[in-house]
């Protein structure tokens, strides 16, 4: 076999592993969109064995969507999941660029030990610090409260992370110049490390929205009434005590998944870069 044809076969092969692995890992979602035009009754009739109507509904129905929002609220919980996102992505965009811009440019006492705290603290699960997290909480009154859902995440130790490791990618010469120049350090902040930072202001907006969108645990302690539930939180209640409402879940569930894929899809390449440029750095 030539060379050549050896590579176009290799290819060949290659695109078709990529191809069974995209299946795959679509095949779900393409699955729960298409069950959510579906009733219960239908979903479980062509179940076994698998066929094509397994997948695809024998008959059309719209009106999951419609009584999600009518008889259960869903529009309430998407607007209070927006409302604690809207709040926490900027704060925590704030919170953790000025404290990486002070890790990587700044050296004073206690920085390394300081800088330690912050790594541990991304990595205690929510499950270990959730009962003293809603003692706290329920002390203060704040118990099926928004603030009950937003102050506790004002800050990321994973996005103040990112940012240090992204800002020591900026030499201080840069830096340094604009202080020669006579710009103080709001200036400098604002006007040079900024604009060379908006890979990594992507990056962790995104991460900080998707883990907000998608959080469960904590909403659900702390959101007793409706009129509180976050999105992932209402997921649950799609039944009674009879039965569990799939079709309604489904279509709930693709509801929820169309803010993130917007805003994932046209912002993924700054995303990829802004990961990338957060390796470890001295």
Do not use: C
């Amino acid at each position: 076999m030539k060379p050549r044809t050896k590579t176009a076969v290799q290819h060949t092969i290659l695109y078709i592993v990529f191809v069974l692995l995209a299946v795959v890992a679509l095949f779900p979602i393409l699955y729960v969109l298409l069950a959510s035009f579906r009733t219960d009754e239908e979903i479980f009739r062509y179940a076994f064995p698998f066929t094509a109507k397994t997948v695809f509904p024998v008959r059309w129905i719209f009106e999951n969507y419609q009584i999600i929002f009518r008889d259960f609220g869903f529009g309430t919980s998407i607007l209070n999941t927006a409302i604690v996102v809207m709040v926490l992505v900027p704060v925590n965009l704030l919170i953790a660029s000025l404290a990486g811009f002070s890790f990587a440019f700044y050296k004073f006492k206690g920085r390394g030990a300081l800088f330690a705290i912050f790594m541990v603290s991304f990595m205690v699960p929510i499950d270990s610090v959730a009962l003293p997290l809603y003692t706290m909480i329920s002390n203060w009154g704040l118990v099926n409260t928004r603030w009950a859902l937003i102050l506790p995440s004002l800050s990321s130790g994973l996005a103040m992370f990112l940012f240090t490791q992204f800002f020591r990618g900026i030499p201080v010469s840069l830096l340094e110049a604009a202080r020669i120049d006579g710009a103080n350090l709001r200036q400098i902040f604002l006007s040079i490390v900024v604009p060379l930072s908006v890979p990594i202001f992507i990056t962790a907006g995104l991460m900080i929205f998707v883990n907000e969108w998608n959080n469960y645990l904590w909403p659900l302690l702390v959101t007793r009434s409706a009129d509180r539930r976050t999105i992932q939180v209402a997921l649950a209640y799609f039944k009674d005590e009879n039965e569990t409402f799939w079709s309604y879940i489904y279509a709930a569930a693709t509801i929820s998944t169309i803010a993130p894929v917007l805003l994932f899809l046209p912002l993924q390449k700054y995303f990829v870069q802004g990961i990338t440029s957060s390796g470890i750095k001295g």
